[in-house]
């Protein structure tokens, strides 16, 4: 099915249309929705929710930019807001103030991408919420700071930090 027929079978709510996307996509948005939310059964009720959203909202799909991609973003917000429902945002170290240079920080060992989701749980939800958004999702830091209500230094200082727990992190895993 192509991607136009799909959105349009969507914008009709049909049934068939929805299961489908949801077959084809469920593995890959609740990936996402996993590394901001570290308990399985929050994961899926953001998945759940998103995707009541992308079928809800689809309307409003414009065509501009990836579809994927609209409905990432949604189960990003989707687990984020499920995020400061059940477990407040601590940005340790809030008053850290960043340098406003590159640190180099890459992770080009090998590694399993469930050993990066465990490491990943071991952030504080602060750390974890902003490396996942500025890291693996592409948000900049001006969309984050809108999206959680803090202010751009803080997401900085926050991805700083983060990036320098997983390096401690890698290290005592002998990767890097």
């Known amino acids: 099915m192509t991607e136009p ?27 996402v929705c996993r590394r901001y939310l570290p308990a399985r059964e929050d994961a899926e009720e953001a998945l759940v929710s998103g995707f009541y959203k992308v079928f809800a909202q689809i309307q409003t799909y414009q065509g501009t930019g990836s579809f994927e991609g609209w409905i990432r973003r949604i189960m990003a917000n989707e687990a984020l807001m499920l995020l400061r429902k059940t477990q407040p945002l601590v940005f340790p170290g809030d008053s850290f103030q960043p340098a406003d240079q590159e640190d180099g920080f890459s992770i080009e060992a090998d590694i399993s991408a469930r050993e990066i989701l465990e490491l990943l749980k071991q952030l504080p939800n602060g750390y974890r919420t902003v490396f996942n958004l500025y890291v693996l999702e592409g948000f900049k830091h001006h969309e984050i700071a809108d999206m959680l209500g803090i202010s751009i230094n803080t997401s900085k200082s926050q991805l700083i930090l983060a990036k320098e727990k997983m390096k401690t992190l890698l290290k005592t895993k002998g990767i890097v």
Do not use: H, N
Not at 6 to 28: M, N
């Open 5 to 31: 027929i799909l959105i349009e079978r969507l914008k009709e709510q049909d049934r068939a249309a929805q299961r489908w996307l949801y077959d084809r996509y469920s593995p890959v948005m609740f990936s």
